[in-house]
Structure formats: C-alpha cells, structure tokens
C-alpha cells in the first residue's frame, strides 16, 4: 500500500508583525466599534499545524478590517507550537503538549500543571472570557466539506444558522469535552 505525500496548499509565514497586539496579549488584536453590539472573536492556530485560519486572521489584519458595531478581537492561539512546523513531519506541530482545545477548564486553567498550551490559555482566558461568540477557525489535512461543531445552545445554532454556510451542523448535546470554551 502506498500513501500519497501530503500537499499543502498554504504554508506558514512569519506572524511577529502580529506578536503586539492592543490587548496586552501577544497576537491578541481588539478593535471596538464605539457602538454597542456583540462581542465576537476570531481565533486561529489552536492547533499550530492548521494554516486556514491563520490565513484568514492575517487576511482581516492586514486588511484592517474594523466592526461597524460591537467588537472584534482576532487572535492567533498556539504560535509556539506553529513556529514548530516543518514540511517533513506536519503532525508534530499540532501542539507542543497538551491539545490547546481541551484545556480551557478550570480545573485546568487554576489547577498547578503546566506547558505550553496551559500557558497560553492562562494568557488568553481573559479575551476569551470577554467574547460574546468565538468562531475558532480550523482545518484538516483530508478533503472534507467545511462543517459547524459547538455546544447544544440555542444561541449557538441562531449563530451558525444566520451564516449561509457551511451547511453542515455536528451538535455537541454534552459539550465539546473538557473544557472547550
């Protein structure tokens, strides 16, 4: 059996124009409206190897895209673990110890353990905290078509449903595991 090779369409880029942020947050960027509304935030590279949204999040950044109303806070998660990627071995830099996804728990966030990702979580519990919706932007090395994943809440659905894709839904009755915000 032979295994095709992976391709990448998008490689990594040199984010340290985007290290100082406005928040006191390395790669966190807040913009406010001034005018009252939701609270939304765009955050990629939970998993370092997932290149779609740091993409996009440069895409909004450089392109200086401000809220009409409310406030957007675009971010980029585990920019340690990025930094780690290489071509040879692109599943190495999904995360550095613990999957940044999963940590985001009290337990874990005020527990004694520490990496990489409890670190940053730490660092980026207060934006995340302050987001009225979070739109966590992965991707994945098969050809799927793009799909919603959240939590079983009514505001969640409202959300998804507003936006005309993707179409497809994976409601989590439970939640999305441990601790994901």
Avoid at 26 to 36: C, E
Avoid at 117 to 122: G, N
């Amino acid at each position: 059996m032979t295994t095709q090779p992976l391709q990448f369409d998008i490689l990594p880029r040199d984010l340290s124009a985007y290290r100082k942020g406005n928040t006191g947050i390395d790669y966190v960027h807040r913009f406010a409206s001034g005018v009252p509304g939701p609270h939304v935030m765009i955050n990629a590279l939970t998993h370092g190897n997932e290149f779609c949204g740091m993409t996009a999040v440069c895409h909004l950044l450089d392109t200086g895209v401000h809220p009409k109303r409310g406030t957007l806070t675009l971010s980029f998660a585990n920019v340690q673990a990025y930094e780690s990627f290489t071509i040879q071995q692109p599943f190495d830099s999904r995360q550095i110890h613990h999957n940044l996804n999963r940590v985001w728990s009290a337990e874990w966030l005020d527990g004694s353990g520490d990496s990489v990702e409890l670190r940053r979580a730490r660092e980026m519990r207060p934006a995340v905290a302050a987001a009225d919706h979070i739109l966590d932007i992965h991707s994945t090395s098969q050809d799927v078509e793009p799909f919603w994943v959240y939590p079983q809440h009514k505001r969640n659905a409202d959300v998804a449903d507003a936006l005309p894709q993707p179409s497809v839904h994976l409601v989590m009755p439970k939640g999305l595991g441990s601790g994901t915000p």
